[in-house]
């Protein structure tokens, strides 16, 4: 019969001498180098021998019962004595940006799918340790299947108060809302996205929504509309006011009301306020009115902020707003800006410092 060196059993002193090596290897190994070593081989050093041996196979049959589940460590309900640091309430703990596809209505009776980053989060007690992070979600997609409006979220906030037995809670929906607009002449169509946010908050026992639209548009300088004519006037000298992409970022608090506030109706408002909104499709004969548009309605930023504010104060509608207007400037290498609000919602004596460079639309 013939025997394969590999069949051959090493003599004991041979495996002897073997673990002797091992030992001495180990005795200079770091601490790195031994936890490298395969457990099974580990296991054979002094001290390791009750290592209990772990499977480094993923067992894909295991099932987590509910007896299971019951077992697993639940730190974030844990005791007032698993708390870090001091013990203070957290006004907001939950998770931001969580995506996926929600259905709105539009004013014209259609409905749209869009994808919407949901940010939702509640108040914490001094007392407590943490919060049940997937209720956030969970609650949030038990409700996510009906078509959007602020009932439906209301529903969902409902649930992160009970789920998580909190006292506030806010869900913050953002999305990219398309609305189809004509141009100026030619009579040609395209869709524009405006940046829309929705918040829900419930605070005290108190319940109030926000909406908050970015409207962009053209903002040309009425000064530098008076110099270029008085060139053009006083020395038959041809100059061009400068003039520039613009945001305004218009927030509004919505107050119930028989009549609902559209998407649309915000948008159709700031429109009103300000008329030179940038395009979609754009002929000759559309920039050349968009030319005459601007040259109709030079605005300084602190125009642009009392314009807005006119379309919003008298509509029963709203209640508190704030209008926050950027013109990036192409006279200077900066930006003019402007802050307007009304009522307590928004006012703020401290501005987020990114506050301003966030009212940047790209192209
Ligand atoms: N509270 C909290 N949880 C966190 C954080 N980061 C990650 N998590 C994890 O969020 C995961 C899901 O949390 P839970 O919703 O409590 O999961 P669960 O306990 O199985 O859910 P329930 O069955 O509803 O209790 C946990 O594994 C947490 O470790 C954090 O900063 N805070």
């Given amino acids: 019969m013939n025997i394969h060196p590999s069949d051959l059993k090493p ?3 041979e495996a002897r001498d073997a673990l002797d090596t091992l030992r001495d290897w180990a005795a200079k190994a770091s601490d790195e180098e031994i936890n490298a070593l395969d457990p099974a081989v580990a296991r054979l050093l002094p001290g390791q021998a009750d290592y209990p041996v772990m499977s480094h196979v993923y067992p894909t049959g295991f099932v987590s019962d509910e007896a299971y589940r019951a077992t697993l460590p639940d730190l974030q309900n ?3 004595s698993l708390i870090r640091g001091a013990r203070a309430q957290i006004q907001h703990v939950g998770i931001s940006n969580f995506r996926l596809p929600i259905r709105f209505h539009t004013r014209d009776g259609g409905e749209l799918t869009l994808e919407t980053s949901v940010t939702g989060s509640v108040s914490l007690e001094a007392d407590k340790k943490g919060i049940n992070m997937s209720r956030i979600m969970r609650s949030f997609y038990a409700h996510s299947e009906k078509c959007f409006s602020f009932s439906v979220i209301e529903a969902a906030l409902e649930d992160y108060m009970s789920d998580l037995e909190s006292l ?3 869900i913050m929906m953002r999305f990219s809302y398309p609305v189809k607009i004509l141009s100026l002449r030619s009579g040609l169509q395209g869709y524009q996205y405006y940046d829309i946010a929705l918040e829900l908050v419930d605070e005290g026992g108190v319940r109030n929504r926000y909406i908050h639209l970015d409207y962009v548009y053209s903002s040309t300088c009425p ?3 008076e110099l270029s004519e008085h060139a053009r006037r006083t020395r038959n000298q ?3 006011p400068h003039s520039q992409r613009s945001v305004a970022r218009i ?3 919505s107050v119930p009301n028989e009549d609902c506030l559209w998407f649309e109706d915000l948008i159709d408002k700031a429109r009103a306020a300000v008329p030179t909104e940038t395009q979609v499709m754009v002929k000759r004969e559309d920039e050349q009115a968009f030319a005459e548009l601007n040259a109709a309605n030079p605005i300084f930023v602190e125009d642009a902020a009392r314009l807005f504010c006119e379309q919003l104060q008298d509509d029963p509608r709203i209640g508190d707003f704030r209008v926050a207007a ?3 400037e192409s006279l200077h290498s900066h930006d003019a800006v402007s802050v307007l609000t009304q009522g307590d919602t928004f006012r703020a004596s401290s501005l ?3 506050f301003f460079a966030t009212l940047h639309h790209a192209g």
Avoid: K, N, W, Y
């Fill in 352 to 354: 987020d410092p990114h």
């Fill in 11 to 13: 003599e004991t002193q």
């Fill in 238 to 240: 041809l100059a061009t």
């Fill in 168 to 170: 506030d809670a806010r």
């Fill in 223 to 225: 000064c530098s509309l």
């Fill in 78 to 80: 844990g005791p007032a």
């Fill in 251 to 253: 927030a509004v608090q």
């Fill in 326 to 328: 950027s013109h990036q």
